[in-house]
């Protein structure tokens, strides 16, 4: 008795398996690349938001006005977020009122009185994050990464 495969012969498979290993290659490859993209985004994300909230709580240490502050968080932000990163990030510190969006040193004024307290938001952006991704194409991938963080001030400074 003869004992054979039915359907077609062996000949007619021949590169079946390698456009198979192919397309299951290129899925596999796909959702690698996507792991490593997202997490190398995820972690300076991270790093950004730390940076961000040391800067924060630099300013609660006592300085004696609120330009101070502002400075000691800034520097602060810039010294956590410099040396790790490729491109250098744009720290920014204000102390405003809470509630209010005008932060000129005219208008705010900033006592311990619950009505004019003030806040400390300091903001880590990176901008350029393209030159940290691996090369191939991120299409979903922002371009700007951003860290913010906010801070209630003691109202000790004038």
């Known amino acids: 008795m003869k004992i054979g495969h039915a ?21 596999f490859f796909a959702v690698l690349y996507a792991i490593i ?3 190398i985004i995820f972690t300076l994300r991270f790093g950004l938001q730390n940076a961000a909230e040391d800067g924060a709580r630099a300013a609660l240490r006592y300085q004696s006005t609120l330009p101070a502050r502002e400075t000691e968080a800034r520097e602060i932000a ?6 790790w990163l490729p491109v250098a990030p744009t720290v920014t510190a204000t102390a405003c009122q809470v ?11 900033c006592t311990a009185l619950w ?5 400390m938001v ?13 090369p191939l194409p991120s299409f979903a991938a922002p371009d700007t990464l951003v860290g913010r963080a906010s801070m209630l001030l003691d109202g ?3």
């Open 37 to 39: 993209c997202y997490g």
């Open 7 to 27: 359907g077609v012969p062996a000949r007619g498979q021949r590169g079946v398996y390698a456009i198979e290993f192919a397309l299951v290659f290129l899925i």
């Open 78 to 83: 810039r010294q956590r977020a410099s040396g």
């Open 115 to 119: 009505t004019q307290r003030c806040q």
């Open 156 to 158: 000790r400074s004038p």
């Open 122 to 134: 300091v903001t880590v952006r990176l901008d350029g994050l393209r030159a940290v991704l691996p």
């Open 99 to 109: 509630g209010t969006t005008n932060c000129t040193a005219a208008t705010r004024t």
